[in-house]
């Protein structure tokens, strides 16, 4: 079964950091790219990082640069998105994808409050 779920959103202060984590089944997660994206009430869901399948090579959105970090462990088939310095305008929901938005999580909620 193809799966991806995220977990870790919760609501916190702005400043605070979070990590967010998102399982895939082996058979997405191996050899696939993958990507956190965030949709915001009322705004288009966007592109937060990209990762390659190997982690030699990422892709951050330039609002999130320097603040956020993407990671991978492939022998628990997860990948991970470390977010510091968080800001209100941060608050959205994340969703996991894989395969270049083949596949996609269900999404976690992540709130920043001042």
């Known amino acids: 079964q193809v799966r991806l779920v995220e977990s870790g959103g919760v609501l916190v202060q702005a400043g605070g950091s979070l990590r967010l984590s998102c399982a895939a089944s082996?058979?997405?997660?191996?050899?696939?790219?993958l990507a956190w994206y965030r949709q915001a009430p009322g705004k288009q869901r966007e592109l937060v990082v990209e990762?390659?399948?190997?982690?030699?090579?990422?892709n951050y959105a330039d609002s999130v640069k320097g603040r956020f970090a993407i990671s991978r462990d492939n022998a628990k088939n997860t990948v991970y998105l470390q977010m510091n310095s968080l800001k209100p305008e941060d608050t959205a929901v994340y969703y996991c994808?894989?395969?270049?938005?083949?596949?996609w999580g269900q999404g976690t909620q992540v709130t920043v409050f001042l």
């Open positions: 994808s894989a395969g270049y938005s083949t596949y």
């Open positions: 082996g058979q997405i997660f191996r050899g696939n790219t």
């Open positions: 990762i390659t399948s190997t982690g030699g090579s990422t």
